[in-house]
């Protein structure tokens, strides 16, 4: 006889989470040896917007040991990275007994949501922000000083990999979105309330990711607005379906 997930003691719900979180470590565990593996051709690629600068940039390393801790923190990035719709999938599987209706179709179709935009997240941070952002910070000089850049490789990976991670992070917003409108806690009532307060957060947000340039800044707040309308599109769909779906 199969026990009803929504009616599990308190223990059995510490057993189950003590479950995903090993599945989820194991997981990222395997994805961290594959980025190991493949570390020369990660770092190469998230050094390729260093090519177009008009400085010549020289990346280095300054200890003995420097190389080896650049890989395994790169491994254990990439692993988190990589690994996402595995923690997406148990995540919500721990979570989905709170919610009402949430079949197996609807897994999938969340899991490949959010995967989509977390990857979306990366790109963009790849291809728009850090080479926007690489290009402002470099152009700072002083006219009468010669000033080389040589930057740390770790210094230049732990600016990339966290400006990649938190983008990826920032894309999530429809995903928090569906889940907490499903709970009921969001409203498309409430987020409309909220969103003029919501875009000047994005404003300030995107003064932090990005350097003090109003195009970079216009680039990252774009995303960012057309994030929030999807989300009170959701919210919107989510609340009328269960109020068609109540007696």
Same mark, same amino acid.
């Given at each position: &006889?199969?026990?009803?997930?929504?009616?599990?003691?308190?223990?059995?719900?510490?057993?189950?989470?003590?479950?995903?979180?090993?599945?989820?470590?194991?997981?990222?565990?395997?994805?961290?040896?594959?980025?190991?593996? *493949?570390?020369?051709?990660?770092?190469?690629?998230?050094?390729?917007?260093?090519?177009?600068?008009?400085?010549?940039?020289?990346?280095?390393?300054?200890?003995?040991?420097?190389?080896?801790?650049?890989?395994?923190?790169?491994?254990?990035?990439?692993?988190? &990275?990589?690994?996402?719709?595995?923690?997406?999938?148990?995540?919500?599987?721990?979570?989905?007994?709170?919610?009402?209706?949430?079949?197996?179709?609807?897994?999938?179709?969340?899991?490949?949501?959010?995967?989509?935009?977390?990857?979306?997240?990366?790109?963009?941070? *790849?291809?728009?922000?850090? /080479?926007?952002?690489?290009?402002?910070?470099?152009?700072?000089?002083?006219?009468?000083? %010669?000033?080389?850049?040589?930057?740390?490789?770790?210094?230049?990976?732990?600016?990339?990999?966290?400006?990649?991670?938190?983008?990826?992070?920032?894309?999530?917003? /429809?995903?928090?979105?569906?889940?907490?409108?499903?709970?009921?806690?969001?409203? %498309?009532?409430?987020?409309?309330? *909220?969103?003029?307060?919501?875009?000047?957060?994005?404003?300030?947000?995107?003064?932090?990711?990005? /350097?003090?340039? %109003?195009?970079?800044?216009?680039?990252?707040?774009?995303?960012?607005?057309?994030? *929030?309308?999807?989300?009170?599109?959701?919210?919107?769909?989510?609340?009328?379906?269960?109020?068609?779906?109540? %007696?």
């Amino acid at each position: &006889m199969t026990k009803d997930p929504n009616n599990l003691p308190f223990w059995e719900h510490l057993e189950e989470l003590r479950w995903r979180l090993l599945k989820c470590i194991s997981a990222i565990v395997l994805a961290a040896f594959g980025t190991y593996i *493949y570390s020369d051709l990660l770092i190469d690629t998230l050094i390729k917007p260093t090519e177009n600068l008009s400085i010549g940039l020289n990346l280095q390393v300054l200890k003995v040991t420097s190389m080896f801790t650049i890989k395994l923190g790169l491994a254990i990035m990439g692993g988190i &990275m990589f690994s996402i719709p595995v923690l997406i999938y148990q995540t919500w599987r721990f979570l989905a007994p709170a919610i009402e209706n949430f079949g197996a179709i609807t897994f999938i179709g969340v899991i490949l949501f959010s995967s989509f935009f977390f990857f979306t997240g990366i790109f963009f941070a *790849y291809k728009i922000i850090i /080479p926007y952002s690489l290009t402002f910070f470099t152009s700072i000089s002083f006219t009468d000083i %010669p000033v080389n850049y040589n930057f740390t490789l770790d210094g230049y990976l732990n600016y990339t990999l966290w400006l990649l991670f938190a983008c990826g992070l920032i894309f999530q917003l /429809p995903v928090i979105t569906l889940f907490f409108a499903k709970t009921g806690l969001l409203t %498309p009532a409430f987020l409309r309330h *909220y969103r003029k307060y919501m875009f000047i957060f994005f404003l300030i947000l995107a003064g932090i990711l990005t /350097p003090p340039d %109003p195009v970079s800044q216009v680039l990252i707040v774009i995303p960012l607005v057309l994030l *929030y309308e999807l989300s009170i599109f959701i919210a919107w769909t989510v609340n009328r379906k269960q109020i068609n779906e109540s %007696p």
